[in-house]
C-alpha cells in the first residue's frame, strides 16, 4: 500500500510540475513603430506578426534565446537573427522564437 501512495504522489507530483506551459524564451521582447513601446513577455515557439503595413522600426531582445526578425508578415522575406539581450533596427514586420 505504501508503494502505491508513493507512486502516486510521485504521479501528482510530475503532472502539477508540467501544467505550467513552457515558454522557448525566457524573458521580453519590445519593439516600437516610432511611437509607443510593445512588449511580448515569455514567447512560446512560434512565428508571430506584428504588423501588415509599416515596419517596427526598433526591436529588442531581452529573452535568454536567438529570436529572428523578418521584413515580412508571416516570418518571410529577409531576415536578421537578434542575439539575447541585442537590438536592432532592421525593419520588422515579424518574428520567429523558437525552442
Given amino acids: 500500500m505504501k508503494r502505491v501512495l508513493a507512486i502516486a504522489a510521485a504521479a501528482a507530483t510530475l503532472t502539477i510540475g508540467s501544467v505550467a506551459p513552457a515558454s ?4 521580453t ?3 516600437t513603430f516610432g511611437d509607443a513601446w510593445f512588449r511580448h513577455d515569455n514567447p ?3 512565428c508571430y506578426t506584428i ?4 515596419p517596427a522600426v526598433e526591436f ?3 529573452t535568454a534565446e536567438l529570436v529572428y ?3 515580412l508578415p508571416r516570418c518571410d522575406g529577409p531576415y536578421e537573427p537578434v542575439a ?3 537590438r536592432t533596427d ?3 514586420r515579424s518574428y520567429l522564437v523558437l525552442d
Fill in 44 to 46: 512560446a515557439e512560434g
Fill in 84 to 86: 539575447p539581450d541585442g
Fill in 69 to 71: 526578425v523578418y521584413l
Fill in 90 to 92: 532592421f525593419s520588422t
Fill in 51 to 54: 504588423s501588415e503595413g509599416d
Fill in 60 to 62: 529588442q531582445n531581452h
Fill in 24 to 27: 522557448a524564451a525566457p524573458g
Fill in 29 to 31: 521582447l519590445w519593439w
